[in-house]
C-alpha cells in the first residue's frame, strides 16, 4: 500500500470521523470544526485576491466544507495527494463535485495549467503530515520557485531598463 | 487635456490633494483631471468631484501577496502591468506625482505620457530633473524634516502649477462641531478638556447646537465623557455635508480640518505635539491656530512624548480655546481687524497665541523662498519690494538695533562659510596631493570643527549645515565624492546667506529711513490708505 494511502479513522466523542496516517491525525482530534474555523478566518482575506483558489491538503474537509459555504459560487482546486480522503470527502459532498477539482498526482508537470492561472494557494498543513517534502514541491513550483521578491530584485542587473525589471523594482518598494 | 495625479499618500493628505485639483482646474479650464489613489482610501472619492476617473492601486493586497506567499509574487506584477497599461491607453497629456515615495517615483518610471513632472527615479535615487522646490519638498516631508513653506505651497510649486490660498466663507450658522480625538495620541488635547469647553461653549451660547464628532472606532472612547444626542458619528460625506452647513469647527491637526476648510466652514485648529502650523495649518485664508506652548514642541512625527505630562495639551487652557471660539463665533465685525492680524503672519493663517512674528524665521522663508525660485543664470532678484512688504507686515515690532543684530549674524555666517569653503579648497587639494595621512586628518578635523561652529551659529540655516556637517561625520570610500558633495552643499548655502543678508540690508536701510519699526509701519500704513 502506497505511504500516502495508509490512512485509518477515528470517530470522536462528537461523532466526527477524523483521518490518521501512521498514528498521526491529519486534522484536530479535539475540535476540527474549530480548528477548519480558525483556518477560514486565517485566509478568508486571500481568497478574494484572485480568480482561481488552491487548497493544499485535505484531510477530513471541514476546512473545505466552510471555504465552499462561505463563498458559494467559487471554484476550487483541492491538491491531495491520498486518494482515499478524496473518496470519502467526495461520498460525503456529492453536490459539490462541480466546485471542487481533486488533483492527487505528485508529478510536477501535472500542475502546469493550474500554475499558469498564479493560482491563491492555500495551505492546509495538518492534512500534509508525513508528506511534507512533497507538497512542498508543488506548493514551490506553483509559486513559481522558491523566490522572494527581494531575490527577484537583487538578479536584476542595473542596466535591465525592460518592463519586467522595472515593474519587479516598483513592486520591490513596496515591501522596504 | 488630461492630467493624471499620483496622489499615492494617506487619507488626509489625498483630501489634501483636492485643492491641487481645484488649482488644475483654474489653469486648464476644461481638462480632465484624474487621480491614482491608494484603494484602502478609496472613500475619498466621493469628497472630490473635480477628479473624472479614479485608478485604485491595491496596495496592500501586493504587499501581502509579496510577503504572505500565498500567490506567486508573478500576479502582483501582472496586475501592476496592467494597471500601468490601463493608464498608458488614456494617453495623458501631463502626470503630476504629487507623493514623494520611492514607489511613486518607480511608477512615474512606468507611465507613459507626453510630460512628467514631480519625483521620478534618477540613477536609483528619487530625484527631479532640476525644481528646487521639488527637491525640498522631497527632503522635509519624507521623514521627520522641518519645513518652512506649507505642504501645498510646495505642491504647487514644485509641480510648476499657480495657486492662490482660497477664501472660503460659508454663511451657515447650523453647528458648532468638535471633533475632539486625532489618529495620534500626542496631537490630543484631552476628552476631559474637550468636555469643559462643551459646557461652557453651551453655557455662552444656549441657542447654538453643539457636537461631538468621532469616528466608529473612537465613539466608545468619547461615550465616556458626551451623551449619544451630542456625538456625531457619520462617514466622511455626510461629515462633509454637515460642515456645508457648520459655523465652527474646533479640532486637532486632523484630515477633518482640511475637509472643513475647503466647503468654507471656519476652523479652530489646536496643533500640538508634531502637528506643524507651518506644514499643515487648514488651506483657507484666516484659518485660526492655537499652538502648544511647550518648549518640546513640535517634536518628531515618530518620537512618542518625551515628557512626563503631556505639556502641550496642558499649555493651552481651555479658557483661552473658548476665547478664541468665541471672537470667531461673535465677531464677524472684527473681521477686518483679524484679516490685519494674518497679514502680520505674512500667512495665510494666524497663530493666536504668538505673541511677536520670529523675525529671523520670517526672513529665512523669504530668503528661501527667493533661493528654490531662482532660476538658473538670473542674477537679478526683486528683494527690495519684497523686503518693503515684509517690513510692512512685521508691522511695529521691531525696532533698529533687531534688525543690526540679524544683519550683523547674518554676516558673521556668510564670512565663516567663506572661509569653509577655503578649507574644504585646502583638504580638496591634500587629496589630490596624495598628502600624508594626517594632514589630511588636521584639515578635516578643521572643516567638520568649523561645520559645527557654523550650525551652532546660524540657527534657522542649521538643516542645510547639519547635513554637511553628517557628510563629514561618515567614512568615504572615496574622498573626492565627499569633497564634491560638501562643495556643492556649501555653495548652496553661501546662495541662501547672501540672499539672506541682502534681505537684512534691505529691512535696515528702510528701518533707517524710518526711525523704528513703528514709524515705519505708519508710514507704510498712511502709503497704502493713499494709494
Known amino acids: 500500500m502506497a505511504e500516502q494511502n495508509r490512512i485509518s479513522w477515528t470517530t470522536l466523542s462528537s461523532g466526527l470521523q477524523v483521518p490518521s496516517r501512521d498514528g498521526r491525525f491529519l486534522c484536530s482530534q479535539r475540535d476540527p470544526q474549530r480548528e477548519a474555523q480558525n483556518w477560514m478566518d486565517m485566509h478568508r482575506q486571500f481568497c478574494t485576491f484572485g480568480d482561481v483558489i488552491v487548497v493544499m491538503g485535505l484531510g477530513a474537509g471541514f476546512h473545505l466544507d466552510l471555504l465552499l459555504k462561505e463563498f458559494s459560487t467559487l471554484r476550487v482546486d483541492v491538491i491531495e495527494l491520498c486518494p482515499v480522503l478524496i473518496e470519502s470527502w467526495t461520498e460525503k459532498n456529492p453536490d459539490a463535485k462541480d466546485r471542487v477539482n481533486f488533483l492527487s498526482s505528485s508529478d510536477l508537470s501535472e500542475f502546469e495549467l493550474v500554475k499558469q492561472k498564479m493560482p491563491v494557494i492555500l495551505d492546509y498543513r495538518p492534512a500534509q503530515w508525513g508528506l511534507e517534502g512533497q507538497y512542498q514541491r508543488i506548493f514551490e513550483f506553483l509559486l513559481g520557485g522558491d523566490v522572494s521578491i527581494k531575490n527577484i530584485a537583487q538578479d536584476l542587473s542595473v542596466n535591465d531598463q525592460s518592463l519586467d525589471a522595472k515593474t519587479w523594482r516598483a513592486l520591490e518598494e513596496l515591501v522596504q | 487635456m488630461k492630467i493624471l495625479v499620483l496622489s499615492l499618500l494617506r487619507l488626509g493628505d489625498v483630501i489634501l490633494h483636492r485643492e491641487l485639483a481645484q488649482s488644475l482646474k483654474n489653469e486648464y479650464p476644461g481638462a480632465q ?408 586628518q588636521a584639515q578635516r578635523l578643521l572643516v567638520r570643527a568649523g561645520l559645527q561652529k557654523l550650525t551652532l551659529q546660524v540657527g534657522p540655516l542649521s538643516d542645510s549645515l547639519a547635513r554637511l556637517n553628517f557628510a563629514m561625520t561618515r567614512s568615504p570610500q572615496d574622498h573626492f565624492i565627499l569633497l564634491k558633495e560638501l562643495r556643492a552643499g556649501l555653495e548652496q548655502a553661501l546662495e541662501l546667506a547672501h540672499i539672506r543678508l541682502q534681505i537684512f540690508a534691505h529691512l535696515q536701510s528702510l528701518m533707517k529711513g524710518g526711525q523704528d519699526g513703528r514709524r515705519v509701519y505708519e508710514l507704510n500704513q498712511e502709503h497704502s490708505i493713499e494709494t
Open chain 2, 33 to 440: 483631471i484624474d487621480f491614482v489613489i491608494d484603494d484602502q482610501f478609496r472613500a475619498v472619492k466621493e469628497l472630490i468631484p473635480e477628479v473624472s476617473k479614479w485608478h485604485q492601486i491595491p496596495r496592500l493586497r501586493w504587499q501581502k501577496i509579496l510577503v504572505e506567499r500565498k500567490q506567486s509574487p508573478a500576479r502582483a506584477k501582472f496586475e501592476l502591468q496592467k494597471m500601468v497599461a490601463d493608464i498608458g491607453a488614456e494617453s495623458y497629456d501631463l502626470v503630476l506625482n504629487a507623493t514623494h515615495s520611492r514607489f511613486s517615483a518607480r511608477l512615474m518610471d512606468l507611465i507613459s505620457a507626453k510630460k512628467k513632472i514631480g519625483a521620478q527615479m534618477i540613477n536609483g535615487k528619487v530625484g527631479t530633473a532640476s525644481n528646487r522646490w521639488q527637491q525640498y519638498l522631497n527632503e522635509n516631508f519624507s521623514g521627520d524634516g522641518r519645513s518652512r513653506f506649507h505642504y501645498l505651497e510646495l505642491l504647487h510649486r514644485s509641480l510648476e502649477i499657480s495657486f492662490t490660498v482660497p477664501r472660503r466663507r460659508n454663511q451657515k450658522k447650523d453647528s458648532i462641531y468638535l471633533q475632539v480625538l486625532t489618529s495620534d495620541e500626542k496631537k490630543n488635547w484631552g476628552l476631559n478638556r474637550y468636555f469643559e469647553l462643551f459646557g461652557r461653549l453651551r453655557a455662552q451660547f444656549p441657542e447654538k447646537r453643539i457636537r461631538v464628532l468621532c469616528s466608529p472606532a473612537e465613539k466608545k472612547q468619547v461615550q465616556n465623557f458626551f451623551s449619544e444626542e451630542d456625538i456625531f458619528c457619520v462617514d466622511l460625506l455626510s461629515l462633509q455635508k454637515s460642515l456645508v452647513k457648520a459655523e465652527l469647527l474646533i479640532t486637532g491637526d486632523t484630515s477633518v480640518q482640511h475637509l472643513a476648510a475647503q466647503v468654507g466652514c471656519r476652523t479652530l485648529s489646536l496643533f500640538l505635539g508634531s502637528a506643524d502650523p507651518v506644514k499643515t495649518a487648514p488651506w483657507n485664508q484666516g484659518a485660526r491656530i492655537l499652538s502648544a506652548q511647550s518648549p518640546c514642541f513640535p517634536c518628531r512625527h515618530s518620537d512618542p512624548c518625551s515628557q512626563r505630562s503631556h505639556l502641550c495639551a496642558e499649555s493651552i487652557p481651555v479658557g483661552e480655546v473658548l476665547r478664541s471660539a468665541s471672537r470667531i463665533l461673535l465677531n464677524l465685525k472684527e473681521e477686518r481687524h483679524q484679516e490685519q492680524e494674518v497679514k502680520v503672519q505674512q500667512r495665510h493663517f494666524f497663530i493666536e497665541n504668538l505673541e511677536n512674528p520670529e523675525l529671523d524665521a520670517r526672513v529665512e522663508q523669504l530668503a528661501w523662498s527667493f533661493y528654490l525660485s531662482r532660476e538658473p543664470g538670473v542674477s537679478f532678484l526683486p528683494l527690495a519690494s519684497s523686503a518693503q512688504d515684509l517690513m510692512r507686515d512685521l508691522g511695529p515690532h521691531f525696532v533698529l538695533s533687531d534688525f543690526e543684530q540679524s544683519y550683523h549674524r547674518a554676516q558673521e555666517f556668510q564670512m565663516g562659510l567663506e572661509e569653509m569653503q577655503r578649507r574644504i579648497r585646502l583638504l580638496q587639494q591634500c587629496v589630490l596631493q596624495k598628502d600624508p595621512k594626517k594632514a589630511f
